[in-house]
């Protein structure tokens, strides 16, 4: 049991590069959450899923994408990354009702 | 949108001190999270509090949920070294979305 899984740990993008952050977790959880990480910021949504083929926004979606074509994976895309999404990544994971996500040990990024 | 708001940003005790770290809704909430994130780590899940006025003790750790399912604190008593992190609260009020507080860095001196 793995948990929740996040690939890459490390990633330096130039500016207008894409990339997706790839997240799986093996818990069978039904919710999965993407959060930015920034100094200062605490953590910010986002962008979010409630089961497989159902996404929603969440505090800061632009310049992102995801799908959840699977209940185990939930990558995130940058389509044009800028400077701005230079910031640590958590994936997290829940199941359904209440109780507490489970998150992976991050991606750091850079855009330069 | 709903905001989570916590104070204070940062606190630094001696070891055996206590420590609080409050937390404000702008909405009603569904249920509150408390996690710890320690430098360079994840934040790992703490409690969960879900009625009103509810109180919840872990060891040294006693959280509580206000009335108006409003507010909510986090109290450590007689600090220790290994408390040193981050506290972050975090509430929902759909049952799906979590947002989080900017959270409290907690140091600890020796």
């Known amino acids: 049991n793995a948990g929740v899984t996040q690939t890459p740990k490390f990633q330096v993008l130039k500016t207008g590069q894409s990339m997706t952050l790839q997240c799986a977790q093996d818990?069978?959880?039904?919710?999965m959450s993407w959060y930015r990480q920034d100094p200062g910021m605490g953590l910010r949504l986002i962008h979010y899923?409630?089961?497989?083929?159902?996404?929603d926004q969440g505090e800061v979606p632009n310049g992102y994408n995801v799908s959840r074509s699977t209940t185990e994976d939930f990558p995130l895309r940058l389509l044009s990354a800028a400077p701005s999404q230079t910031s640590v990544y958590f994936c997290?994971?829940?199941?359904?009702?209440?109780?507490?996500?489970?998150f992976g040990s991050g991606t750091r990024l850079t855009v330069v | 949108g709903q905001q989570v708001m916590q104070i204070p940003q940062y606190q630094h005790v001696q070891e055996g001190e206590d420590f609080t770290t409050y937390c404000n809704s702008s909405?009603?909430?569904?249920?509150i999270q408390w996690y710890k994130q320690r430098p360079g780590g994840h934040p790992v899940f703490l409690i969960q509090?879900?009625?009103?006025?509810e109180v919840k003790k872990q060891k040294r750790l006693t959280f509580q949920f206000g009335e108006a399912k409003k507010n909510s604190s986090l109290h450590i008593t007689a600090t220790q070294t290994t408390d040193v992190g981050t506290y972050f609260c975090?509430?929902?009020?759909?049952?799906?979305?979590?947002?989080f507080g900017k959270g409290t860095s907690l140091l600890v001196t020796p």
């Open positions: 997290a994971s829940r199941t359904v009702g209440f109780g507490g996500y489970t």
């Open positions: 818990m069978n959880h039904e919710y």
């Open positions: 899923s409630v089961g497989a083929g159902i996404t």
């Open positions: 909405t009603t909430l569904s249920n």
């Open positions: 509090l879900v009625k009103s006025g």
């Open positions: 975090a509430g929902s009020n759909s049952g799906y979305a979590l947002n």
